[in-house]
């Protein structure tokens, strides 16, 4: 057995343990005091095993950011994981069953950075840091799009050599992710005139009418054959029965698998034209997340951690997935860049939310075996 893999075994039930910590500091992301006191909690956990305090990145709306920073050597990989949840306080509760431990951002994605933690600690037990730095960014906003820590990814990542995510791994194979859709969210408000539907209507301009025409115009943009979906989400308009529809209202989500799919899309949006005189539309929004497209140097990392898994006793495959994270970032920046390396389990933003208990430390040694083989 793997000597990392043994350590790691042998400290299972602490493992659990910490997780089970941090997913008791519950942390929805629009809850900044929550997602802070979560963030103590990691803190504490870092401290506790690494001996390293965080670099703080302080936010006014979302939770702070943290960095911590382990080694000085000159194999710089960072290490990316989000500690806030989608879960209101109290909605889902900390419970084991069947080898599961079912609650709130256990796999989505406390049970990655525990696993983490972990990892880095057995690389330092066991001397095989080596010449490396290993930075965490821990950030409080993911959930939301990231939209106070992008920023951050964006500049620090960079200064790495690679990138390991530790969101969760895919359901049902533990595959790891070297593609991830780009997401946008679009919206489009259409104004048109109000009028008495009885006494008259020809008065008036419908911004449901236009709003029928804007549908149909975005749904023609979906090209499945390229990775491509466009979808209404969200549509709503006017005020009372009686009256022509003064102003209706479409929230559009996108998601791509090509940039340059990304950037037909975003100048059809809003390159949108009104079909019936008088009507004003306003679009706003964007693309959130750019694609993460698979490319050679994700597909070295990729045979790297095959080759750790190998060492483990195990086959790991890889796959794409349609769901963004923060690894969207730094695959468009160049920086070669491994995802799903996180718990195993099902049901992220699912009330059924669980992790594979016994996969906890093999998860973790094959994060550290890869590590050893960057």
Wanted: some cysteine; aromatic content about 6%; hydrophobic content about 40%.
């Amino acid at each position: 057995m793997s000597a990392i893999l043994s350590y790691l075994s042998q400290h299972q039930n602490s493992i659990l343990s910490d997780l089970e910590q941090l997913a008791n500091a519950e942390s929805p992301s629009h809850n900044k005091n929550a997602v802070d006191a979560c963030g103590q909690v990691l803190q504490k956990l870092f401290i506790a095993h690494l001996g390293v305090t965080a670099e703080t990145f302080p936010q006014t709306q979302y939770g702070n950011h943290l960095a911590f920073h382990i080694g000085n050597g000159s194999q710089k990989i960072l290490i990316l994981g989000h500690f806030d949840t989608v879960w209101d306080i109290g909605r889902l509760t900390l419970r084991q069953e069947d080898g599961k431990l079912f609650g709130p951002g256990v796999l989505d994605m406390k049970g990655g950075l525990i696993q983490a933690i972990w990892a880095v600690k057995a690389l330092k037990e066991l001397n095989q840091l080596g010449d490396r730095q290993i930075d965490f960014l821990c950030n409080a906003d993911e959930e939301l799009g990231s939209p106070s820590s992008r920023a951050i990814i964006e500049q620090q990542a960079p200064n790495y050599q690679q990138v390991l995510v530790v969101e969760p791994a895919t359901a049902g194979n533990g595959a790891l992710k070297t593609g991830r859709k780009g997401t946008g969210r679009f919206y489009v408000h259409i104004k048109g005139k109000a009028a008495h539907a009885g006494n008259n209507p020809e008065d008036g301009i419908s911004a449901i009418q236009e709003m029928s025409y804007q549908i149909q115009y975005l749904h023609s943009l979906n090209a499945p054959q390229n990775g491509t979906t466009v979808n209404v989400g969200v549509a709503s308009g006017g005020s009372v029965i009686n009256v022509v529809a003064e102003e209706a209202n479409l929230c559009i989500d996108v998601r791509v698998t090509r940039l340059d799919e990304a950037e037909r899309i975003h100048h059809a949006i809003y390159g949108s034209v009104a079909k019936l005189d008088g009507i004003q539309l306003t679009v706003t929004g964007g693309m959130v997340r750019p694609p993460m497209e698979r490319n050679q140097a994700s597909g070295e990392l990729f045979a790297k951690a095959q080759e750790a898994a190998k060492a483990l006793g195990f086959d790991i495959s890889e796959t794409s997935v349609g769901g963004g994270s923060d690894g969207n970032f730094t695959a468009a920046l160049g920086i070669p860049t491994l995802d799903g390396l996180g718990s195993t389990g099902a049901g992220p933003h699912a009330e059924y939310e669980h992790i594979i208990i016994d996969d906890l430390a093999k998860r973790s040694a094959l994060l550290a075996e890869l590590i050893v083989r960057l």
